[in-house]
């Protein structure tokens, strides 16, 4: 069983947690921009990006929350709730750039859509890195540290031999 101790030891560093964060929320980042082009055939194109915003963080969360920051297991309903806090700006970014696209450009082509789109999110990404690192994730790793400096550590016992040979009558006497 990993102890708070151990977790604290694994969190990683600003830029190892930048490398994961746009692993993972990258990932999930694009395949979100694909998935959002697709439903958008269905649905109005702000509904489409609202449905997989919400499906994208869910997920993003739960990665960062293993993988990312370091907290070593499922993201809470506190982290989830405040990751969607952010998730619900970058909202707003990529609303706002693809209306804007709209407005400047009379049909833009998928190409040109997804690339405004890209944009915004990586924009967006990097203020929700900021956040979570500071914010959402950052009190895990402060009460693991915490938890770790009230937990008592093991006292290494030593055991002094005794110069004489441990012979018959050295152990009938320790008896």
Known sequence: METAQS??????????AFARFVVCGGGVGLASSFAVAALAAWLPWGLAN??????????????HARFTFGAGGH???RQHTQS???????????CAAMFALQQLVAAPGAVLEQVVYLSASALAGVARFAVLRLVVFARNRSQAAATAA???????ATVARASAPAGPAALSRAA
């Open 7 to 16: 977790r604290q030891q694994a969190a990683p560093g600003a830029f190892t």
């Open 50 to 63: 609202a449905v997989i915003s919400v499906v994208s963080t869910l997920l993003a969360t739960e990665l």
């Open 75 to 77: 993201a809470t309903w």
């Open 84 to 94: 969607a806090g952010s998730a619900v700006a970058a909202y707003a970014v990529t």
């Open 150 to 156: 009230r937990t008592p550590r093991p006292v290494q």
